[in-house]
C-alpha cells in the first residue's frame, strides 16, 4: 500500500513536526501493507513501544510518555495512514493504561502493556458486540469482535461510569473472523466463562474518561485513512492524463477532491476539539462515517484502477468500512443520547444476582 505524508490539521509545534517526521520515516522504512501474521503485527507493536509511540499519551505517573492530546492524536492519525488496525490496538492501550494504572494488582500488565508485550482490548456493556452477564461469581457471554492486534488479549470490559471486569486471556475461547479491512487487527471473537480465579473487579474507576480515549482514538484514526485516501486520490489525478491533460483539468475531478479534502479537514479537527462524552461521540460517528465517503469518492477518482489493490485505494476504504465496525458507534450513541437528555444510564445487563 502507498503511504501519504500529508497533513490535513492545524500547524504544527516543533515537538509535533519532530514526531510527524519521525514517524513518516518509520513507516517509510517498512512495508506498509500489513496481514494478519501474528509475528509481523508483534515485530511492529514492539518497534513502535520502543519509539515511545504505542503509550505516548499515556500519563508518566503510569509509566507513559505524558504527551499533550494534540500530539497524541498525531501519532494515531500518522497510524492511521499506515496501519489503522495498529492505530485502533493503540488507542484501546491508553484507554486500558488509564484504568489499570492506578492499581497495583495490574503493575506488571501495564508495564508489559507499555513494551507491546501484552495486549488489553477494551469492550464496552453498552456496544452490541458485548453479550456477557455477571451471575455470583461467574462471567459467561460473548464478545462479537474484539480487534486488538494480538491472538489472545486480556478483556477489560467497561461497565457505567465507574466500575470493570478485567478478564484474563485464560479464561476466554478465541474464535479468528474475517472482515472486510483492517489488515492486522487479528479479529476474534471471545467466548468468557470466567470465575474468580480470572476476573479482577475494579471499581471507582472514570469508564467515561476511558470511553472518551477510545472514541478520540477512533476519530484520529479514521482521519488518518481519510487523508491518506484523499492525498492518493489527488495524486493520482495530477499524474493520470486523459484527452490530453491531466485529470485536474476536469472540474468535476477538483471538485471531488475538494470535497475528499474538507471532509478530512473537518474528521481532524473534530478529533481535535472534543472534549465531553456527547462531543467524543459525534466525533467518531462523524470520523468513521466521513472516513468511508472519502474512501469511496477516492476510488472513484482512481476510476477503475481504483479497485486494483496496487493502488490501495479499494484496501482504505475496507479498512474505513472494517473500523466503524469495530468500533460500533450506533451502540455508543444509544447510551451517550441518555446522557445528551440528562438521563440515568440504562440498567446493564452484566450484572445479575447469584439468586
Known sequence: MSWSSGWWGPALTSDQSDLRAML????????????????????????????????????????GGGAERELTALALERLGRAWPALGWAAAQAHAAIDVLAGDNRFTDLVAQIHTGQASVAVVDTV?????????????????????????????LVLDGSDRALLVSSAAVTFTALRRTGLGGALTRAADVEATTDTIDELTGI???????????????????????AADAAADYAADRHQFGDTLTAIPTVRQSLLGQAARSITILGAALTAENPVQALAAAQQACDSAIQVAADALQSHGGYGYLTEYSAECRLRDAVSLRAAVDTQGAAIATARALVSLPPAPTALWKDAS
Open 127 to 155: 456496544s452490541a458486540h458485548v453479550r456477557l452477564t455477571f451471575t455470583g461469581n461467574a462471567l459467561t457471554g460473548s464478545i462479537d469482535r474484539v480487534d486488538a492486534a494480538a491472538l489472545r488479549p486480556h478483556l
Open 206 to 228: 472514570d469508564a467515561t474518561s476511558a470511553r472518551n480515549r477510545l472514541r478520540l482514538g477512533a476519530a484520529a484514526v479514521a482521519a488518518g485513512i481519510a487523508g491518506a
Open 24 to 63: 513518516d520515516a518509520f513507516y517509510a522504512a517498512h512495508d506498509p501493507v500489513l496481514d494478519d501474521d501474528p509475528d509481523a503485527v508483534a515485530a511492529l507493536v514492539t518497534e513502535l513501544a520502543e519509539l515511545g509511540v504505542w503509550t505516548l499519551g499515556t500519563a508518566e505517573s503510569a509509566g
